[in-house]
């Protein structure tokens, strides 16, 4: 099939009807106008002529990537070095050689981690065979001797091209499921991670014992938040290469400017703000069904229940019912851009860290009835106030037309161009814009494209980053494009492209694979944000 046959068929099927007959492509309330994609949208429209010779892409080609996923559980002591220089103006060859080092050093435990499993699945499979032969030896003893004459242990069992087997380690096995079943039986156990993990064990097998960097790490961010006024440099220091989880609600308010540096002023400071937003609430709330006010609540309402739908957490109703209330006031406060589907994502890892606050299980399961009505209360308005520091930040994205994203999705094309051409000339070979995936990732800040206990991570590094959200996230995305490269390349149409850049296997990630994205992120940060023209061929 063509590749315009490919593009045209991708796009109908991936373009929802919204009420206004307006399509909505990448899910924003006002798509961004760009005469070439407003064409290619047009005719996406028009049915598709079928291509006699068109054959369906394999399924199989996620399973394969899932597959090769390297998954690394353990946190290198690399990450201090990088949260030494975080917030120091250091020339650029001092950041290559430690963004360098945390990389090389990644790559050197996931090569050994590689090297271990192998070495330990060959020992697994050679120790199976021989209790296998033993056993059938022994079985063979036995049979001798009470039946000398007749030993059926012993005799060989023909196969279907002749050969004979002699023992059960050779057996054939009876099926292609039971084959597979026997290779992974002989893989390492790889253990499950939460849709949303406690910070102790985003990375290990389940084990929520704290290492003694851990506790080393919590003790120096209890020292500098113990002080009567916080020293807020100091604090992004420490933040930039992760927050424990113990301390982040506290840090993550005050680095969003939420909550001041003095700790006399800081209850009142909360106090006043919590009554504020319910005070909105109360003033605001009851006008969600009148007919200028109709629409933005509809709207909100259906994307509600599709935010993070595979955690339990979300799908409660006590919980729909705060982000509702959340959006909806922030809505009508903001009327310039008003709700924008995608802002919906971002009230989850603000809601989920001040639910931490109060509990020391699980949250991904958590019922959040069992939690007293004011501590519901102050999550959510500390929930609300911090989504509207972050959106004050990057309001320019979700005003019309969108221009904040359009100007993202251009300088992000740009960057790639020039740190890896290759990557840039395939996607344009198969026609395929970066608007086209790359919208998403700036409407939604990865989200969509990271588990969320990555999302936590990362916004660690964005609160102490400055401008975190609204510049250090460009590099972040193209140093999140560029870890894909040799899936990217392997693809050559342009219906594989769009599938592998929208379902990207991230569902293992954890902190390692977050650090070492953000060490690449700060390195592209350092050598273009200061050098516009290297932007330039």
């Not at 509702?324 to 802002?343: C, D, K, N, T």
């Not at 690449?520 to 273009?528: G, I, N, S």
């Amino acid at each position: 099939m063509s590749t315009d046959g490919n593009k045209k068929q991708f796009w109908k099927r991936n373009t929802a009807k919204v009420p206004g007959s307006i399509q909505h492509v990448y899910g924003a309330q006002h798509p961004p106008f760009d005469p070439l994609l407003h064409a290619n949208l047009i005719k996406a429209g028009n049915k598709p002529q079928a291509t006699p010779g068109g054959k369906p892409k394999k399924a199989t080609t996620f399973q394969e990537f899932e597959s090769i996923t390297s998954d690394a559980w353990d946190v290198g002591d690399d990450d201090d070095e990088l949260l030494a220089m975080a917030a120091q103006n250091l020339n650029t060859e001092v950041v290559m050689e430690t963004a360098n080092k945390v990389i090389e050093n990644h790559s050197k435990q996931q090569e050994k981690q590689r090297r271990d499993d192998a070495d330990a699945s060959e020992l697994e499979d050679r120790e199976e065979e021989e209790a296998r032969d033993e056993e059938v030896e022994e079985q063979g003893e036995e049979g001798e001797e009470s039946t000398p004459e007749v030993s059926f242990a012993c005799e060989p069992s023909p196969l279907s091209d002749g050969r004979l087997v002699k023992s059960l380690s050779e057996a054939p096995i009876g099926s292609p499921k039971d084959a597979s079943l026997h290779r992974q039986q002989s893989l390492p156990h790889r253990p499950t991670i939460p849709m949303v993990a406690r910070i102790a064990d985003q990375n290990t097998s389940g084990n929520p014992a704290m290492t003694e960097r851990e506790a080393s790490r919590l003790d120096k961010f209890k020292q500098v938040l113990a002080g009567p006024n916080t020293d807020l440099e100091e604090l992004r220091k420490l933040s930039w290469s992760g927050i424990p989880r113990q301390v982040r609600p506290i840090t993550w308010k005050l680095l969003s400017g939420y909550l001041p540096a003095n700790t006399e002023r800081r209850e009142s400071t909360l106090q006043r703000k919590r009554q504020e937003y319910f005070g909105f609430i109360e003033q605001y709330y009851d006008s969600r069904n009148d007919e200028h006010h109709q629409d933005t609540y509809r709207q909100i309402h259906i994307d509600i229940p599709r935010t993070n739908p595979l955690i339990p957490l979300f799908q409660q109703a006590s919980v729909q019912e705060i982000f509702e209330r959340i959006l909806f006031i922030w809505a009508i406060r903001h009327p310039a851009s008003g709700y924008v589907q995608g802002i919906n994502d971002l009230v989850t890892p603000f809601f989920v860290v001040y639910v931490f606050e109060y509990i020391k299980e699980e949250v991904e399961n958590f019922d959040v009835s069992s939690l007293q009505e004011e501590a519901l209360r102050n999550i959510e308005a500390d929930s609300f106030w911090c989504m509207s520091k972050l959106l004050d930040g990057i309001q320019d994205n979700y005003t019309f037309a969108q221009p904040g994203i359009q100007r993202n999705v251009k300088a992000l094309e740009k960057l790639v161009s020039r740190i890896d051409e290759t990557v840039h000339v395939h996607m344009q070979q198969y026609e395929v814009e970066y608007l086209q995936f790359a919208f998403r990732w700036m409407n939604n800040l990865l989200m969509r494209e990271l588990p969320l206990r990555c999302t936590i991570r990362l916004w660690d590094t964005y609160q102490a980053e400055p401008e975190g959200f609204s510049q250090f996230h460009l590099y972040v995305c193209a140093a999140f494009l560029v870890r894909w490269r040799k899936e990217i390349l392997d693809e050559r149409d342009f219906q594989g492209l769009m599938i592998l850049l929208q379902n990207l296997p991230t569902m293992h990630w954890g902190n390692e694979e977050v650090s070492v994205l953000l060490a690449e992120a700060y390195r592209l940060k350092f050598a273009f944000a200061d050098a516009p023209n290297h932007y330039k061929r």
